[in-house]
């Protein structure tokens, strides 16, 4: 029987990778361990419980106004104590976090093998998004199974001297995610506020858009929702206090918009699937949307998701108040520049990533993701 630990400790990547440790657990030939870090503590629990996953060691690393130094060397003290008394025959992490960086680094050092689930993503712009990109460029680097989510990721890997029969496409866990989450009967206060309007769904947290770059980003949509009572805005926002520091001082007191409490994951794919349109600078959520044919408004100057620019679902607006301010206008007042958007196909995947991961570990066949 081949054991498999899954590390992980935000709330992105509990999304994504909780659907996957329930599909392990189905499987006969392997022995499932669960370990989570806690770099966020709230924000994860609330996925944890969505997924009925109950974690076998939570490191509870997380601490107020922690910085990258906190995270990585607590990560790193903390799990190789774990990692010696399990002695996994591969460890899966994912996506690009602290918590992902620092779990293949002490793999490496213990000479364990990892496997990487999201991998190949690229801007290669080793500052943006910050640290993400670092990160996930050093996990492929000691990666011994690499998940890579599109046809494209799998060519950047393979760009970077990744051994082809390393790589596998299996689509994104994240659609694997939706398919347990998104209900029609779904009800919440916030959206019977929202009534007839359109929904603006609103999510903004990326370290290197603090500052200066948030409050353009906002200045932005109140601009427009000024000038579209038609609009109603759900804003749930993020534990920084930068954020919510920018958030008061340019969307307090605008009468359009509900700036509420970090929502679960459970809330937040419902409401995604009832907007009419999306401004964000997270990464998931430009994979989530396109699933419901919603617009995706990137505040960002880079995405390692192209696949959605290219496929017409995204659009990247940057930072810049102007750019957002007349694209996310247009999206409203011209039906042809939103339906292109949202009529176009998901190129991020079917469902069944999770099923072919475990195939895989198991060392079965599977047959590749192929979008479209």
Not at 93 to 122: I, K, M, N, W
Not at 141 to 157: C, D, E, G, K
Not at 182 to 191: I, K, W
Not at 204 to 210: P, W
């Amino acid at each position: 029987m081949k054991k498999v630990m899954l590390v992980f400790g935000t709330r992105p990547e509990a999304i994504k990778i909780c659907p996957l440790v329930n599909e392990l657990k189905t499987r006969k030939g392997i022995q499932t361990v669960v370990c989570v870090t806690a770099q966020h503590r709230q924000m994860l629990d609330q996925v944890l419980e969505t997924f009925n996953v109950v974690p076998d060691y939570d490191l509870n690393i997380m601490k107020d106004r922690q910085t990258l130094f906190d995270i990585t060397t607590a990560v790193l003290n903390s799990i190789k104590e774990v990692l010696e008394k399990e002695k996994p025959d591969v460890v899966l992490v994912h996506g690009d976090t602290s918590t992902t960086f620092v779990t293949a680094l002490a793999c490496f050092y213990l000479q364990l093998p990892v496997g990487h689930v999201e991998a190949g993503l690229r801007t290669y712009n080793i500052y943006s998004p910050y640290p993400e990109e670092f990160n996930r460029e050093a996990v492929s680097i000691v990666s011994q199974y690499n998940f890579a989510p599109t046809p494209l990721s799998r060519q950047n890997l393979l760009n970077e001297g990744r051994k082809a029969e390393n790589v596998y496409v299996t689509g994104n866990t994240v659609i694997d995610a939706m398919q347990h989450t998104v209900r029609e009967d779904y009800t919440h206060p916030e959206l019977d506020w929202v009534g007839d309007g359109k929904l603006i769904f609103i999510t903004a947290h990326r370290r290197e858009n603090l500052g200066e770059p948030m409050h353009c980003m906002f200045r932005a949509i109140r601009r427009v929702l000024d000038e579209h009572p038609e609009c109603k805005a759900v804003y749930p926002i993020h534990m920084n206090p930068l954020v919510r520091q920018a958030a008061e001082e340019e969307l307090g007191g605008c009468d359009q918009i509900h700036i509420i409490e970090p929502i679960e994951v459970f809330d937040c794919h419902n409401f995604e699937a009832r907007s009419f349109l999306c401004l964000t600078d997270s990464g998931g959520i430009q994979e989530e949307c396109p699933s419901y044919g919603v617009p995706v408004l990137v505040m960002r100057d880079t995405t390692e998701r192209p696949e959605g620019v290219d496929a017409g679902t995204l659009k990247l607006v940057g930072t810049d108040e102007e750019t957002i301010y007349r694209t996310f206008k247009l999206l409203l007042e011209c039906e042809e520049e939103y339906n292109k958007m949202s009529h176009a196909c998901n190129p991020y995947g079917d469902g069944y990533a999770c099923e072919r991961i475990a195939d895989i570990l198991e060392g079965k066949e599977y047959s590749p993701w192929i979008p479209g």
